[in-house]
């Protein structure tokens, strides 16, 4: 059974640092998009960061120049480094992936269980 499971999160001051991760196991024949969403409270989940299996990335606005996704394909994870945090950056962080149980099936959504990130002084 396909998992997605996040790690990394916690409370940092603004400016600071947090790196999550998020590592696909189980029967996976391949992974397609891999990518990070967050949901603040009272709010919609939006996309953060998405990078695809030959590691093309795209980014929201609100963290270009501040957050960066990349891939490791041989161990299915993704990374999210995120710089120069700001209140406005608090949510749960959940992972998601387009995945491939066999070579005759086609793609299904994944999600992870979301990672808390607080940021605030």
């Known amino acids: 059974q396909v998992q997605l499971v996040e790690s990394g999160g916690g409370l940092v001051q603004p400016g600071g640092s947090l790196r999550l991760s998020c590592a696909a196991s189980g029967g996976i024949f391949t992974i397609n998009d891999m990518g990070w969403y967050r949901q603040a409270p009272g709010k919609e989940r939006e996309l953060v960061a998405i990078i695809t299996s030959d590691l093309s990335s795209t980014y929201a606005d609100s963290v270009k120049g501040r957050f960066t996704i990349s891939r490791d394909n041989a161990k299915n994870t993704i990374y999210l480094q995120m710089n120069n945090l700001k209140p406005e950056d608090t949510a749960v962080y959940y992972c998601?992936?387009?995945?491939?149980?066999?070579?005759?099936?086609?793609?299904?959504?994944?999600w992870g269980q979301g990672t808390q990130v607080t940021v605030s002084s």
């Open positions: 998601g992936a387009r995945i491939r149980i066999t070579r005759w099936s086609y793609d299904n959504s994944y």
